[in-house]
């Protein structure tokens, strides 16, 4: 079909310029802004543009070719490609991809230049079997990435320019897999811990409750808790494992936010899953990730192990 899959050529360095994004518009008005492609011609007609794209040819069938292509990096767009000569390219939501056919035609082609098939080849690290070719109502073939047909803008002037992207909200810069060029979401920030998970604590305190008295909760007001088989001589954690994702440990608080704790054996326990845990009286504390808001005591005497702690470290067996 004429398509080189090859990738022999160099990469073409492109300079990104960043641009803003198109503002409105109708994507099938016909341009009076100078051509796209690489080589700087005279003053363009409505609807002539010049020898980089064939005079007055809609479908685009004497249209420059693309060439090498190449992979630019856009602030804003993350990999977009480009022609050999740095310039976008671009898809329309009107067009389909399965099976490929392009539906701008007349002054949509004259605003949007169609990319013949006849020379493109892959850019560097891009997948070569993305390339194939579509044929236009008029006999010409048109380049596709993706299966979907592939097109300059009038309106970009220079390699970079990204003026397209969004015009109509049809028409996106394309990636080299043929999707919308779209830079990836950043990470996610991490959830806040459920309640009880004690990792965002930062302070320990005393609360009062109507069954257990005073005693101990972090930051967040969540609950803490002792374990019966965790020892104080040496201090150790029997809770390891799947028990350490039910049971969190509170990590180390400054002494200066421990208000109302007693002070003797407020140490901190190097655990050996590599986690750094609290310790009060010398005995390993923990939140409960069954208790879901400040003031929840769910985890006293659970399995007859698992108590809440008074300000002195003591153990709170009535419930």
């Given at each position: 079909?004429?398509?080189?899959?090859?990738?022999?050529?160099?990469?073409?360095?492109?300079?990104?310029?960043?641009?803003?994004?198109?503002?409105?518009?109708?994507?099938?008005?016909?341009?009076?802004?100078?051509?796209?492609?690489?080589?700087?011609?005279?003053?363009?007609?409505?609807?002539?543009?010049?020898?980089?794209?064939?005079?007055?040819?809609?479908?685009?069938?004497?249209?420059?070719?693309?060439?090498?292509?190449?992979?630019?990096?856009?602030?804003?767009?993350?990999?977009?490609?480009?022609?050999?000569?740095?310039?976008?390219?671009?898809?329309?939501?009107?067009?389909?991809?399965?099976?490929?056919?392009?539906?701008?035609?007349?002054?949509?082609?004259?605003?949007?230049?169609?990319?013949?098939?006849?020379?493109?080849?892959?850019?560097?690290?891009?997948?070569?079997?993305?390339?194939?070719?579509?044929?236009?109502?008029?006999?010409?073939?048109?380049?596709?990435?993706?299966?979907?047909?592939?097109?300059?803008?009038?309106?970009?002037?220079?390699?970079?320019?990204?003026?397209?992207?969004?015009?109509?909200?049809?028409?996106?810069?394309?990636?080299?897999?043929?999707?919308?060029?779209?830079?990836?979401?950043?990470?996610?920030?991490?959830?806040?811990?459920?309640?009880?998970?004690?990792?965002?604590?930062?302070?320990?305190?005393?609360?009062?409750?109507?069954?257990?008295?005073?005693?101990?909760?972090?930051?967040?007001?969540?609950?803490?808790?002792?374990?019966?088989?965790?020892?104080?001589?040496?201090?150790?954690?029997?809770?390891?494992?799947?028990?350490?994702?039910?049971?969190?440990?509170?990590?180390?608080?400054?002494?200066?936010?421990?208000k109302g704790i007693v002070e003797k054996g407020y140490s901190v326990l190097d655990r050996p899953d590599?986690?750094?845990?609290?310790?009060?009286?010398?005995?390993?504390?923990?939140?409960?990730?069954?208790?879901?808001?400040?003031?929840?005591?769910?985890?006293?005497?659970?399995?007859?192990?698992?108590?809440?702690?008074?300000?002195?470290?003591?153990?709170?067996?009535?419930?």
């Amino acid at each position: 079909m004429g398509i080189k899959r090859g990738t022999t050529l160099a990469a073409v360095a492109v300079v990104v310029a960043l641009t803003a994004t198109a503002c409105g518009g109708d994507d099938t008005k016909a341009a009076d802004a100078k051509p796209a492609g690489a080589a700087a011609a005279a003053p363009a007609a409505a609807g002539d543009y010049g020898s980089d794209y064939g005079a007055g040819s809609a479908a685009g069938a004497s249209a420059k070719g693309a060439g090498q292509l190449a992979i630019a990096q856009n602030e804003q767009l993350g990999s977009v490609l480009a022609d050999s000569a740095g310039f976008t390219l671009y898809r329309f939501d009107k067009d389909t991809a399965k099976p490929p056919k392009s539906n701008c035609e007349g002054d949509c082609a004259k605003t949007w230049p169609v990319v013949p098939a006849g020379d493109a080849t892959a850019a560097a690290g891009m997948d070569p079997s993305v390339l194939g070719e579509v044929v236009r109502s008029d006999g010409s073939k048109q380049l596709t990435v993706g299966g979907w047909p592939v097109y300059r803008y009038s309106k970009d002037t220079k390699a970079g320019e990204t003026n397209g992207q969004g015009v109509g909200g049809t028409w996106f810069a394309l990636a080299p897999d043929g999707k919308k060029a779209a830079k990836a979401a950043a990470a996610p920030a991490a959830p806040a811990a459920p309640a009880g998970a004690g990792q965002a604590a930062g302070a320990l305190t005393v609360a009062k409750d109507p069954k257990l008295g005073e005693h101990i909760v972090d930051g967040n007001g969540m609950t803490v808790y002792r374990f019966k088989k965790d020892t104080a001589w040496p201090m150790a954690s029997n809770c390891t494992g799947d028990c350490v994702a039910k049971w969190p440990v509170v990590p180390p608080v400054d002494k200066a936010n421990a208000k109302g704790i007693v002070e003797k054996g407020y140490s901190v326990l190097d655990r050996p899953d590599g986690m750094k845990q609290q310790a009060i009286d010398c005995w390993p504390v923990y939140t409960f990730t069954g208790d879901k808001k400040a003031g929840d005591i769910n985890g006293q005497g659970v399995g007859g192990t698992w108590y809440a702690v008074s300000p002195d470290g003591k153990l709170i067996t009535t419930s």
